[in-house]
């Protein structure tokens, strides 16, 4: 990572804008499945930034997620709060002898079983506050948790897959 | 003051969390009211023409089943042509007629991108105010009526679909006119809800529910879908009243916005309703 600099997240941040606005928003996986792979980007940044500078770029992240799906401010504000919680999760599951110095918390970094961790806490704490707000009210919460469990689901294998299959050059 | 500074360098992950939480609420809940900010206009241009160029891979293989669609509108609407229908009375005078003025005009537009499986659902479609749209204009498709547009930008327009909690508009029942309002909020994307229809009023399954014309947004009479649940519930003196939407909002490709010609006169007539 440390050979590309921030060029890499730059990118990464175009892509994931690009990539969940245009093809997987269209991608039909019934009522109840809505993965929002976009969070990737979040939870792929190094380990270095600083919470507030995290939760700014999280924010002009969401404006344009949301720009592609016309909820103004209902994806920023789940970004901005997944941003918040992303160094306390980190300190939650932070391996024993803490972590290295130029570390991403991604597979290959972090090995598959430390992310499956931590891609599920981040993803259902995104997921939660997403669904609750875009329905804003929390009648038929059983729907909606359905909801947040399935898309859930989908995100985890989708970031899983991504990174198996994108991220790799990042190590090298 | 030293020791205020201190406390704000030592929260300040809090606080620029609940500032930037404050303007995200802020952003969602006047979202609903603002109409043609300069913010919508210019994104509506960038993402309209990436969803366009996205739209345009895909249509081929949609264009298909909708020429078969079309078609078939074309036909149903050249049924209604003057000259299809033969005259009974060869005797009548032919007089030339002044008694109708054109009220309501339609364009033609694709839709480009749709969402339906949300709660807040929405519609792009590839005309803007270069060809007349304006924010608050009625639209239907092949079926009957889709939504109205929210924002116009100069070649894309974004729709609130009749599937948006924020979609409402008087409808009625086509046998008797009793009307109420329509309402969806949240789920299947084939069946709304009608509020605020009386009890009195007779209705049965399969009853043909229509636009009552009542906001200027749709000429009155478009169809809007059938009832498929009618319960009336203890306490309450309107019907628990489900409808089946004629829009299928899952395969709509084509819309056409209503251009209401007399909307000004009727805008300027109901605002002088007076208000206590």
């Given at each position: 990572m440390t050979r590309f600099g921030p060029f890499l997240h730059i990118i990464q941040f175009v892509l994931f804008v690009l990539v969940q606005g245009l093809l997987i928003n269209e991608i039909d996986l019934g009522p109840n499945t809505h993965p929002l792979l976009h969070i990737l980007f979040i939870l792929a940044l190094p380990l270095e930034l600083p919470v507030w500078l995290l939760m700014c770029i999280a924010f002009a992240y969401g404006v344009c997620i949301d720009t592609f799906t016309s909820t103004i401010g209902m994806h920023t504000s789940a970004m901005v709060l997944l941003a918040g919680a992303r160094p306390i999760v980190l300190r939650l599951i932070s391996p024993r002898d803490g972590y290295e110095p130029g570390q991403l918390p991604t597979i290959s970094f972090m090995g598959i079983r430390w992310f499956l961790l931590y891609g599920a806490i981040m993803t259902l704490i995104h997921h939660i506050w997403y669904f609750f707000i875009e329905k804003m009210s929390f009648a038929d919460a059983g729907d909606t948790l359905m909801r947040i469990l399935l898309s859930s689901l989908a995100t985890l294998i989708l970031m899983i897959i991504t990174q198996y299959l994108f991220f790799r050059l990042a190590r090298r | 003051m030293r020791n205020i500074i201190h406390l704000l360098y030592k929260y300040n992950a809090v606080l620029v969390f609940i500032v930037l939480q404050v303007v995200c609420f802020a952003l969602i809940f006047t979202y609903s009211s603002f109409h043609r900010s300069s913010y919508f206009n210019s994104s509506l241009t960038v993402v309209g023409w990436m969803k366009d160029v996205t739209y345009n891979i895909n249509e081929p293989f949609i264009a298909m089943k909708e020429n078969d669609q079309l078609r078939e509108e074309n036909a149903k609407l050249n049924d209604k042509m003057p000259e299809n229908y033969y005259r009974l009375e060869k005797n009548a005078v032919v007089i030339n007629d002044t008694m109708y003025q054109q009220q309501f005009t339609y364009l033609p537009s694709q839709v480009i991108d749709n969402s339906f499986d949300r709660t807040q659902n929405y519609l792009l479609i590839d005309i803007g105010y270069d060809k007349g749209v304006k924010a608050d204009m009625g639209v239907i498709g092949p079926n009957g009526i889709v939504g109205f547009v929210k924002d116009a930008g100069p070649k894309y327009s974004l729709v609130i679909p009749i599937i948006n909690p924020n979609f409402h508009t008087a409808v009625k029942l086509k046998k008797n006119n009793y009307f109420g309002m329509i309402d969806w909020s949240g789920g299947d994307p084939g069946v709304a809800v009608i509020k605020?229809?009386?009890?009195?009023a007779p209705v049965e399954i399969g009853d043909t529910v229509v636009t009552k014309g009542a906001n200027g947004r749709f000429p009155a009479g478009l169809l809007v879908g059938t009832v498929k649940k009618a319960e009336e519930v203890a306490g309450r003196n309107d019907y628990d009243l489900e409808i089946e939407l004629?829009?299928?909002?899952?395969?709509?490709?084509h819309a056409y916005v209503i251009v209401n010609k007399f909307k000004d006169e009727y805008m300027s007539i109901r605002d002088s309703i007076p208000q206590e």
């Open positions: - | 605020g229809l009386t009890k009195t004629s829009t299928n909002f899952l395969n709509l490709h």
